[in-house]
């Protein structure tokens, strides 16, 4: 199983970016799909994740409202949409497939990953 993201990249603070996933070697369909993010010397967060079942999402508190996950099951592609982008939000992204999507705290919002792909990083800066 390969995941492989992309689109990261330097923004200024109000900014925006794109991320994508390319999910190889499953079927996306079959599995619930999130990203997760890790800022130097930080915990790692699962911020968002797109249920399987249902198409439901969950967002962590600090991206709800501003960053949008999608997932295209036809190309195998999920998608995070970040928009007001803070300085806090500076971090190694990365794509996962989780078990399934529920709030474990503010921060986490998947289980532990089956699958984790190469992360790619968003640098928010002026």
């Known amino acids: 199983v390969q995941l492989q993201a992309s689109g990261g990249g330097l923004v200024q603070p109000g900014g925006s970016l794109r991320l994508a996933c390319t999910v190889s070697?499953?079927?996306?369909?079959?599995?619930?799909i999130g990203w997760i993010r890790q800022a130097p010397g930080k915990e790692r967060e699962g911020i968002s994740c797109?249920?399987?079942?249902?198409?439901?999402?969950l967002y962590a508190e600090s991206v709800k409202g501003r960053f949008t996950i999608s997932r295209d099951n036809s190309k195998n592609t999920v998608y995070l949409q970040m928009n007001s982008l803070k300085y806090e939000d500076t971090a190694a992204y990365y794509c996962?497939?989780?078990?399934?999507?529920?709030?474990?705290?503010?921060?986490?919002?998947?289980?532990?990953?089956?699958?984790r792909g190469q992360g790619t990083l968003v640098t928010v800066s002026s």
């Open positions: 070697g499953i079927t996306l369909d079959d599995y619930a």
């Open positions: 996962a497939v989780p078990p399934g999507c529920w709030r474990i705290s503010a921060d986490q919002v998947m289980g532990v990953p089956l699958y």
């Open positions: 797109a249920s399987r079942r249902d198409g439901s999402v």
